[in-house]
């Protein structure tokens, strides 16, 4: 077992728990059930992510702004996903 399969399903393992726990926690509230998807800017403060208001190319600034406003548990099934992807292709 490779350290790409490893880390890959570390990551999966890890969104399908964060998965889990949103949804038991969108349960707990009273009335109807509300969805609250964390993504890193509701995780880390804004100052930490200031950094991509200065790249200077608007094309990698518009992406990295929408990794870090994309679901966390999005996020790491799709770097876990990818892992696989490059475990498979790097396998000797």
Do not use: R
Request: net charge positive; hydrophobic share 50%.
């Amino acid at each position: 077992m490779s350290k790409y399969y490893l880390v890959g399903g570390l990551l999966c393992l890890g969104g399908l728990v964060l998965v889990i726990f949103q949804a038991i926690s969108s349960m707990m509230t009273p009335g109807e059930i509300v969805w609250k998807g964390l993504s890193m800017i509701d995780v880390l403060d804004a100052a930490y992510l200031k950094w991509i208001d200065g790249i200077s190319w608007h094309s990698i600034q518009k992406n990295l702004k929408y990794i870090t406003t994309m679901p966390i548990y999005i996020l790491l099934l799709s770097v876990g996903a990818f892992s696989f992807v490059v475990g498979g292709v790097v396998h000797k």
